[in-house]
């Protein structure tokens, strides 16, 4: 029977191409994200193509949409084999402008949800006493942090840390723990990021904060989504069974660790 994978913030961006390059791979597809209609959307989209797959929308930042989520995996397919904690949001702010608000909405999506992801994949793959899969979406920001990007940053290192926790705590259940860590991709992610910079630089125009970001990497081109979900496909397959506790990088060749 084939293998069955959640992955959440998949209605759109670098998520819908990760579900999209599982379900070539085989995996039948648990979309997962808070925008009902791109959800809908992209679940057509998938059925069109004859992907198997369901849509449960749901808010990663609440422990319960997680456990939820798990649930409606399994009731639908029966079990779960691989969990993409995908679901994050950018912010943009120089660090002395940094508020509570920021703060918060940053770190419960992109670090409680991971956590919380986390969680409701290890215990289903406990009760079936399986070989689990749990894939983190870190950054090149989760190793090195970036001006006007602060608590992204912080809260990327956060995901990496709970990487690292995570895999040393289940590698004992038969669960492995990873991280896959973009750089500089062509998403809506950056076209946010590039507007926000433009209100901070007096010498900006639109465009330029991602020419500045994606300038230096070595391989010549900014990311696309394929190239991030070919790392997730492998971090999901058999083939990387004997790899846990890493934030791997997939960036083109910007940081180096």
Same mark, same amino acid.
């Given at each position: 029977?084939? =293998?069955?994978? !959640?992955?959440?913030?998949? *209605? ?9 390059? #599982? ?6 597809? +648990? ?5 009902? @209609? ?8 998938? @059925? ?13 930042? =609440?422990?319960?949409? %997680?456990?939820?989520? +798990? ?26 402008? !940094? ?6 909405? &940053? ?7 991971? +956590? ?5 994949? *290890?215990?289903?793959? =406990? =009760?079936?006493? &399986? ?41 004992? @259940?038969?669960?492995? +723990? ?39 990497? #070595? #391989?010549?081109?900014? %990311? ?26 997939? @960036? ?6």
């Amino acid at each position: 029977m084939a =293998k069955v994978a !959640i992955v959440t913030g998949s *209605a759109g961006g670098l998520g819908k191409g990760i579900a999209q390059r #599982l379900g070539r791979d085989g995996f039948r597809i +648990v979309l997962n994200d808070i925008n009902k @209609d791109m959800l809908e959307e992209t679940l057509k989209e998938f @059925d069109e193509v004859g992907i198997e797959t369901i849509a449960v929308k749901g808010d990663v930042s =609440k422990r319960d949409d %997680q456990f939820n989520l +798990v649930e409606q995996a399994v009731k639908e397919f029966g079990q779960l084999d691989v969990f993409v904690n995908n679901a994050g949001i950018d912010a943009v702010s120089p660090f002395l402008d !940094i508020d509570e608000d920021e703060l918060s909405k &940053s770190f419960a999506i992109n670090v409680n949800g991971t +956590v919380f992801g986390t969680q409701a994949a *290890a215990e289903q793959f =406990k =009760k079936q006493q &399986s070989k689990g899969k749990i894939i983190n979406a870190c950054s090149i920001a989760g190793h090195e942090s970036y001006e006007m990007l602060g608590t992204y940053s912080a809260t990327k290192h956060a995901v990496r840390s709970f990487t690292q926790t995570a895999a040393k705590e289940l590698a004992a @259940d038969n669960i492995r +723990v990873n991280a896959y860590c973009p750089g500089v991709a062509g998403t809506s992610m950056w076209d946010r990021i590039d507007k926000e910079m433009v209100k901070y630089y007096d010498n900006m125009e639109p465009g330029d904060a991602f020419k500045k970001f994606s300038e230096g990497i #070595l #391989l010549g081109r900014p %990311q696309e989504p394929e190239d991030v979900a070919n790392l997730v496909s492998f971090l999901a397959s058999d083939d990387s069974d004997y790899i846990t506790g890493q934030s791997i990088l997939t @960036d083109g060749g910007i940081v180096f660790r």
